[in-house]
């Protein structure tokens, strides 16, 4: 915990010196910057923790992990915690963030999902981001043949219940821009892979639900 909560406020301090939420949150809303960065620390605590349980399931799950696509990257934070030995390949729409990650990642590449190449990667991310799109059943699709034939897929996304609408008020975001929530994405993910872990946070309560998927071992590479 003491490691986890020294990563959270240097990077915070980090994001912090580099981009200006107040005045531009318009322009980051839809992004995880504002998470991040928001001013009460137990609720970016929860963002944060996220990418945590992320990335200890790509541990368990893809312990060589070689190559990472992350499907709406944002600004990459995810990339600090994995352990890997090649390229960090990232799909983001937003400019700003994308032009950030790129400034300060070396390792980092931006593709779209069309260049990805199919089996090309041991660890695939999608993050708090197919709920942001209609054609998340096509999008999962196309993500789970980018993974290797014993790649590991890794969701995040909010269950928009209650409490989480609570929270979300409470923290002073929208939320208009989620179009479905994490068990329709689960549900789709279901037809192409076999899940094999599934976590919630923060601590267990459903505010998010964070899963690993494999390809099943009768499909074929």
Not at 53 to 68: G, I
Not at 110 to 137: C, M, Q, W
Request: proline letters at 4%; charged letters at 25%.
């Amino acid at each position: 915990m003491t490691s986890m909560l020294s990563h959270i406020r240097e990077r915070r301090r980090v994001l912090r010196h580099a981009i200006d939420v107040e005045k531009n949150f318009a322009e980051w809303e839809e992004s995880c910057v504002p998470s991040y960065l928001h001013s009460n620390f137990l609720a970016a605590f929860v963002s944060w923790q996220r990418l945590f349980v992320a990335a200890e399931l790509a541990a368990q799950f893809v312990p060589d992990c070689r190559r990472v696509l992350d499907f709406g990257s944002s600004v990459g934070e995810l990339s600090h915690l994995l352990k890997f030995a090649g390229d960090y390949d990232f799909v983001e729409q937003d400019a700003a963030a994308a032009n950030y990650l790129l400034a300060n990642n070396e390792r980092a590449h931006r593709v779209t999902l069309e260049e990805a190449p199919k089996g090309g990667y041991d660890a695939v991310f999608a993050i708090d981001s197919l709920e942001h799109n209609e054609d998340y059943a096509d999008l999962l699709a196309a993500l789970a043949e980018r993974l290797a034939p014993d790649g590991t897929l890794i969701l995040s996304g909010p269950t928009e219940n209650a409490f989480y609408r609570l929270g979300r008020r409470v923290a002073g975001f929208q939320g208009d821009y989620h179009l479905t929530t994490i068990f329709d994405i689960e549900r789709d993910a279901a037809r192409h892979l076999q899940r094999v872990r599934q976590r919630t946070v923060p601590f267990g309560i459903p505010l998010f639900r964070i899963t690993a998927w494999k390809r099943r071992r009768s499909a074929a590479p």
